[in-house]
């Protein structure tokens, strides 16, 4: 037994440790610092692949409301409006086609790449492509299909299907598999 002595307080008592209290080794807690690493090593890879498709699906998102936005101006404004991509640099932007006045260029996450434009007549793959909106909701049309940037056959795809009468923009995961419709 240890007395400790403390200004302006008498002696106190101090427990020493007894056979059987509770409290950690060092050997537990070594034990489940190792076990924790060993679940983050496993988990932190699928939770990589996962933000990695949040990311895309915010990205098509983004693109689809763009064009939305797009429509809208075209209509409110009474003025035509392009939606323009660049496939090489991977970005888009918008152009009021009556004052030339363009917005902020915008340039897509890593995790997606604008792939091709399909027009109905042509598709594009590489350069610039254009959508036209009008003022009457009707737009030029197409069909912009884009994909994560690995080479391989297994890459996630995304089609955004744009209707030449309505204007509006209908969005498709896997567009070569049609059961897969997002929005």
Same mark, same amino acid.
């Given at each position: 037994?240890?007395?400790?002595?403390?200004?302006?307080?008498?002696?106190?008592?101090?427990?020493?440790?007894?056979?059987?209290?509770?409290?950690?080794?060092?050997?537990?807690?070594?034990?489940?610092?190792?076990?924790?690493?060993?679940? %983050?090593?496993?988990?932190?890879?699928?939770?990589?692949?996962?933000?990695?498709?949040?990311?895309?699906?915010?990205?098509?998102?983004?693109?689809?409301? %763009?064009?939305?936005?797009?429509?809208?101006? %075209?209509?409110?404004?009474?003025?035509?409006?392009?939606?323009?991509?660049?496939?090489?640099?991977?970005?888009?932007?918008?152009?009021?086609?009556?004052?030339?006045?363009?917005?902020?260029?915008?340039?897509?996450?890593?995790?997606?790449?604008?792939?091709?434009?399909?027009?109905?007549?042509?598709?594009?793959?590489?350069?610039?492509?254009?959508?036209?909106?009008?003022?009457?909701?009707?737009?030029?049309?197409?069909?912009?299909?884009?994909? %994560?940037?690995?080479?391989?056959?297994?890459?996630?795809?995304?089609?955004?299907?744009?209707?030449?009468?309505?204007?509006?923009?209908?969005?498709?995961?896997?567009?070569?598999?049609?059961?897969?419709?997002?929005?």
């Amino acid at each position: 037994m240890t007395r400790i002595s403390c200004p302006g307080k008498g002696w106190t008592k101090t427990k020493t440790p007894e056979r059987g209290q509770k409290g950690f080794t060092l050997l537990e807690l070594i034990v489940v610092v190792v076990l924790m690493g060993a679940l %983050a090593g496993l988990v932190l890879p699928a939770a990589s692949g996962v933000l990695s498709r949040v990311n895309q699906q915010s990205s098509v998102r983004e693109i689809t409301s %763009a064009m939305r936005y797009a429509r809208s101006k %075209a209509v409110t404004a009474k003025v035509p409006v392009a939606f323009q991509a660049e496939f090489a640099k991977n970005r888009y932007w918008l152009e009021d086609l009556q004052s030339g006045k363009m917005s902020k260029v915008r340039e897509l996450q890593p995790e997606i790449v604008f792939r091709e434009y399909d027009n109905g007549e042509d598709t594009v793959t590489d350069g610039t492509f254009t959508i036209i909106y009008y003022p009457r909701g009707n737009t030029s049309g197409g069909a912009v299909r884009l994909s %994560a940037p690995r080479e391989n056959d297994e890459r996630e795809w995304f089609e955004i299907a744009v209707d030449p009468v309505t204007g509006k923009s209908k969005v498709t995961r896997d567009p070569f598999n049609p059961e897969k419709e997002e929005s």
